[in-house]
């Protein structure tokens, strides 16, 4: 089993898709650091790009091929000013040129130089494979799969024995949801605080700190520009954003009297809600995000761009609701216990639509998000087992049916409805004694992966089927 750290399941990067635009984004950065660690770099006088199965038939809508052009051309998705991804993309698609890894320019036509097929490779069904011409007139190739999450292997796994080292590494070793309460009912502790152990095999507490900031820092911001944007979404579908004017309606004689988004967040906390408002809040910080993330936004994988809107949501609702008094300490114990129950899912199951149908990522950010919420409110490892449990279990089947395979529609509704539903399981955990559960956490995990795999290819991320057939574009 691989070691899987916070920061592995909690990444920043650029939307609408963390396996099909991040993940080919960061495969282009790895194969150009191969060739360049070969020795081939400089050689290299031609390039072609093809790409299979689902990271093909729903890619454009992704942005499949402008991540593949920006990792090219050496880009870096947590750096690269969001202003300057267009720009860039356009300078290739008409010069026909590509700065390769920022070092080199070559001929580059996308059109002719990145193929779209249809057929999905067998090793997974996002895969694509980069290809050289050497100036000897030589043939280089590499194929790399983006498995979910940003995450992206090749078939043989090379690295995985350096992960496997580094997970006995860690002082508690998780692969599952038993393990993990049988080390919090062992060493008397919560579950973040036991994660944050494991975290210090692989870094220090400054790292920690710092990097728990820059993930947080994107998320409000992502929130913050999301809540104060209008206009309508790129793509085609022309769906109009809704989180600027939810949120000026929410605020109402409050709205902008405040210049940063720490100051938008204390504006929030000082606003009268009332249920219905409670309800409105959340969705309008969950839309916020997946509004940005469609619009090539940057965001937080959490576990996914596509469901990158429930986490935030969830942790703003605490604290902008639940506990006007939390700070850092809060949202660090927040992220921390969501990243290792998404990392068991993705242990046990998957964390991608690809694979596993809309489960595999609203699924699975409720089921994150319910858990984290549930040890914040005060409840034992055990209640955040069970709220993540209950979470997943009423998200099993949810397929992946994006109309015109954009990250809009049913997309950016799901991250509301998940993170109402992750408030609702954390309520109904900690009203519950865990010893009583009927459906433990590695049951449900189980039976999300079975149930992946018996669904039907078309509802798994290739606008073949549900909603993706049952709405034209020319509908729109």
Request: charged fraction near 20%.
């Amino acid at each position: 089993m691989e070691c899987i750290s916070v920061f592995d399941m909690l990444k920043i990067g650029v939307g609408p898709s963390s396996s099909h635009t991040l993940g080919p984004w960061r495969a282009a950065e790895r194969w150009i650091q191969e060739l360049q660690d070969k020795g081939l770099f400089s050689k290299v006088r031609q390039v072609k790009v093809h790409v299979y199965g689902s990271l093909s038939l729903t890619g454009k809508g992704h942005a499949t091929d402008y991540a593949i052009m920006l990792g090219l051309s050496g880009a870096d998705p947590v750096a690269i000013p969001e202003k300057d991804i267009l720009p860039t993309v356009h300078k290739i698609q008409e010069t026909k040129k590509i700065h390769l890894g920022s070092q080199m320019e070559i001929p580059f036509s996308p059109l002719e130089d990145i193929c779209f097929h249809k057929k999905f490779l067998e090793f997974h069904a996002n895969g694509l494979k980069f290809e050289a011409v050497l100036e000897t007139g030589d043939k280089k190739s590499k194929t790399y799969y983006s498995i979910g999450g940003g995450f992206v292997v090749v078939k043989e796994r090379k690295n995985a024995k350096k992960k496997m080292a580094d997970f006995h590494k860690f002082p508690f070793p998780v692969e599952n949801g038993t393990q993990l309460l049988a080390h919090c009912e062992a060493q008397d502790s919560s579950i973040s605080s036991l994660v944050l152990k494991n975290e210090r095999s692989l870094r220090t507490d400054k790292e920690i700190d710092t990097g728990i900031h820059s993930v947080w820092n994107t998320m409000l911001d992502c929130m913050y520009n999301g809540c104060h944007t209008h206009g309508k979404l790129p793509g085609g579908l022309n769906v109009t954003r809704r989180a600027a004017d939810l949120n000026k309606s929410l605020l109402g004689e409050n709205y902008k009297k405040y210049k940063n988004a720490q100051g938008w967040l204390e504006t929030i906390r000082k606003t009268k809600v009332k249920f219905r408002q409670i309800f409105k809040w959340v969705s309008c910080f969950a839309l916020a995000v997946n509004e940005v993330n469609a619009s090539l936004g940057r965001v937080v994988t959490a576990p996914t761009n596509g469901s990158a809107g429930v986490i935030p949501s969830v942790l703003m609702y605490y604290l902008v609701i639940e506990n006007h008094k939390a700070g850092f300490e809060h949202i660090k114990q927040f992220l921390l216990v969501a990243g290792e129950i998404g990392s068991i899912f993705k242990k046990g199951a998957t964390i991608s639509a690809a694979m596993g149908g809309c489960q595999a990522e609203i699924g699975v950010s409720s089921a994150m998000a319910a858990g984290a919420l549930t040890e914040l409110l005060g409840g034992s490892p055990g209640q955040v087992l069970m709220a993540a449990e209950i979470a997943m279990e009423h998200h099993l089947g949810l397929t992946c049916d994006p109309i015109g395979g954009l990250v809009q529609i049913p997309c950016i509704e799901r991250n509301s409805m998940g993170a109402i539903k992750a408030i609702t399981a954390a309520e109904l955990a900690l009203e519950s004694n865990p010893e009583d559960a009927k459906v433990p956490l590695d049951k449900v995990v189980e039976t999300m992966w079975e149930t992946a795999k018996d669904m039907n290819s078309k509802y798994k991320e290739t606008s073949k089927g549900g909603l993706a057939v049952g709405i034209n574009m020319s509908d729109c």
